[in-house]
């Protein structure tokens, strides 16, 4: 790949640090410009443009490419000037796909909620099938991290990646479709558009759905062709998957639903039920994805992945039986709360705490459907825990599974995990094993 101009960084975070190096053994002399909104631009070899002086960097044409980083909104006003101004957009996926896409086998998965979980799976089956096979995008390594380095690649995808991803895939799968992301799309329905994009295109590549897409109609238009759609499971794969997951780290019907979706993935790709059996068996959790701990005798959930509403229920009900404490709210994205208040007392829930801003509206929403359930709304989490700990002999765990985004106190929701975890040790006590 030649690059005849030189290219903007438009972000700075992984995937950009991960763009300068591929831009760097391509070209080493190539004059790279780099632009964050906010926060720093740590990149060696670039030249800094400031965001209030892009205008006049595409308007003098200083770069014949734009980078931009998933983050990014592709909806953005200025790069709109810059599509006018004939200045394309690219990104580090697809800059993977025109370099290293021919000749392997791509699986690509999306999804609002289980993608992470989904994706990991189906690398562990299919590596623990003799496949090879590597992991990468928002779990994993960056796109052009993982290069050439093995014959079967494994995306998992956001709907900032698959909004614009330019080559098409062998297995693209569809784990569920929420409402998400609606201030980087800018409406739900441009949210589900640019999230089905990876299926709503002309190819023969095969698709999967998980139990959450399957019946849905925007999926079922965005499949096109339901000649696409991978085989169901049959009888003894069921049995043999079902078995695996109730003796794993796998917690909750939604994650067997993931384990299911991924063994689908993995038969299709070349791997064996062994291996499928075999990859469920060494799973571990993700980090912030249903995360549990225990301190002085109390259960801690950290779900701090969750951002829907969606994501909450299914961690709530991954602990039927338990009393709870819930952590729940956050940035502001449209969320509705109305079902999951009415729901919560059926999972056991007997204490809520709420946090700015959308823990407004859910407290309000559950004092009306559950009065019976203690409301606390704490401006932060460190005294929501504090609070959780005066009322400690009302409940056996606490989940924090917001439903909603961290960025209104939090740089993003793996530091909002960290934090948690890092207060029911203080606060609460030593770990047990």
């Not at 705490?353 to 929403?365: F, Q």
């Amino acid at each position: 790949m030649r690059f005849d101009e030189p290219v903007l960084l438009y972000g700075a975070g992984r995937e950009a640090q991960s763009t300068r190096a591929f831009l760097k053994a391509q070209q080493p002399d190539l004059k790279v410009f780099v632009t964050v909104d906010s926060g720093s631009a740590d990149i060696p070899d670039v030249e800094v443009i400031k965001p209030e002086d892009l205008p006049d960097a595409i308007a003098n044409r200083r770069f014949g490419l734009i980078v931009k980083s998933p983050g990014v909104s592709r909806y953005k006003p200025i790069l709109d000037a810059a599509r006018t101004a004939g200045i394309p957009l690219t990104s580090n996926l697809n800059l993977w796909g025109t370099t290293y896409r021919h000749g392997r086998t791509v699986i690509a998965i999306t999804g609002t909620k289980g993608k992470s979980t989904t994706a990991t799976l189906t690398h562990l089956m299919l590596s623990q099938s003799g496949v090879d096979a590597g992991l990468a995008g928002n779990v994993g390594l960056a796109p052009l991290e993982i290069a050439d380095k093995h014959a079967t690649v494994i995306f998992e995808l956001s709907s900032y990646q698959t909004a614009d991803m330019s080559f098409l895939p062998d297995i693209a799968a569809v784990t569920n479709l929420y409402p998400e992301h609606v201030d980087w799309h800018g409406s739900v329905e441009r949210y589900y558009r640019d999230k089905l994009h990876l299926i709503d295109r002309e190819g023969s590549f095969a698709v999967a759905l998980g139990a959450g897409a399957v019946g849905n109609a925007l999926v079922a238009q965005a499949v096109r062709d339901h000649r696409r759609l991978l085989r169901d499971l049959d009888k003894d794969e069921l049995v043999a998957i079902d078995r695996a997951v109730s003796t794993s780290r796998l917690k909750g019907s939604h994650n067997l639903d993931n384990a299911r979706l991924a063994a689908r993935i993995a038969l299709a790709a070349g791997g064996s039920l062994n291996g499928v059996v075999r990859g469920i068996a060494v799973f571990v959790p993700l980090p912030h994805r249903l995360e549990e701990h225990q301190f002085g005798g109390m259960v801690f959930v950290n779900d701090s992945i969750s951002t829907t509403p969606e994501a909450t229920k299914a961690a709530l009900a991954a602990y039927r039986g338990c009393r709870i404490a819930l952590i729940a709210g956050g940035h502001e994205r449209e969320q509705d709360y109305t079902e999951l208040a009415g729901l919560l007392a059926g999972f056991g829930v007997t204490t809520l705490a709420c946090l700015p801003v959308t823990g407004a509206r859910l407290a309000s929403a559950t004092q009306a459907a559950a009065p019976q359930i203690t409301v606390l709304t704490e401006p932060d989490l460190d005294r929501a825990m504090h609070a959780l700990y005066d009322l400690r002999h009302a409940f056996d765990a606490i989940i924090m599974s917001p439903g909603a985004p961290s960025y209104n106190q939090f740089k993003n929701f793996e530091e909002r995990g960290r934090r948690f975890v890092d207060l029911a040790r203080t606060i609460f006590g030593t770990e047990q094993p």
